[in-house]
T-cell receptor, first 115, second 110 residues
Framework: AQSVAQPEDQVNVAEGNPLTVKCTYSVSGNPYLFWYVQYPNRGLQFLLK??????LVKGSYGFEAEFNKSQTSFHLKKPSALVSDSALYFC?????????????FGGGTRLMVKP | EAQVTQNPRYLITVTGKKLTVTCSQN?????MSWYRQDPGLGLRQIYY???????DKGDVPEGYKVSRKEKRNFPLILESPSPNQTSLYFC?????????FGAGTRLSVL
């Protein structure tokens, strides 16, 4: 079985400060890892993914995430937060050996960026 | 424009009245899936389809049906809706592991 934990329901950060949204995962094999963002009244949008290779992955809107195999983590980061980054963020994992392509999502973390 | 289209966006119904939520994608993706989103639970997969006429259960399939007669369409059917199916539903298609989501259907079952 595969699972994802996002330990913070909400993260508050001031505009211009760095932000981190935490994610840890559990899979039996090697993981594919994803971050998605959801703005109000919208579907989820893909931000970035880790498949293989460099542990630091860069994605859309200046976001990046670091894959840490020993800590089974894939935290989302951004050096300087914008008010427009305020949204709901989801981490997701898929076992590479999962032929069904099933993606398991975390419970989501609401990011609030204050001016 | 590449997109996944769901209809309706909002639906209020009563217990036991059959309903269908349609989903269509114009990206020629083989893989499609349905999720429900509930507060604190994230998204949970209901059903997925790897190709035409191939469907399989996700994490929470009870009370739902799907069909995949054409590549572009993947309707979600609730034969006898119950209040615990009140939720926000998303359809998605996938290519290269990346999922492309529709705008969502907010369903209330009274």
């Amino acid at each position: 079985a595969q699972s994802v934990a996002q330990p913070e329901d909400q993260v508050n950060v001031a505009e211009g400060n760095p932000l981190t949204v935490k994610c840890t995962y559990s899979v039996s094999g090697n993981p594919y890892l994803f971050w998605y963002v959801q703005y109000p009244n919208r579907g989820l949008q893909f931000l970035l993914k880790y498949i293989t290779g460099d542990n630091l992955v860069k994605g859309s809107y200046g976001f990046e995430a670091e894959f840490n195999k020993s800590q089974t983590s894939f935290h989302l980061k951004k050096p300087s937060a914008l008010v427009s980054d305020s949204a709901l963020y989801f981490c997701a994992v898929r076992d590479r050996n999962n032929a069904g392509n099933m993606l398991t999502f975390g419970g989501g973390t609401r990011l609030m960026v204050k001016p | 424009e590449a997109q996944v289209t769901q209809n309706p966006r909002y639906l209020i119904t009563v217990t036991g009245k059959k309903l269908t939520v349609t989903c269509s994608q114009n990206m020629n993706h083989e893989y499609m899936s349905w999720y429900r989103q509930d507060p604190g639970l994230g998204l949970r997969q209901i059903y997925y389809s790897m190709n035409v006429e191939v469907t399989d259960k996700g994490d929470v399939p009870e009370g739902y049906k799907v069909s995949r007669k054409e590549k572009r369409n993947f309707p979600l059917i609730l034969e006898s809706p119950s209040p615990n199916q009140t939720s926000l539903y998303f359809c998605a298609s996938s290519l290269g592991g990346i999922q492309y989501f529709g705008a969502g259907t907010r369903l209330s079952v009274l």
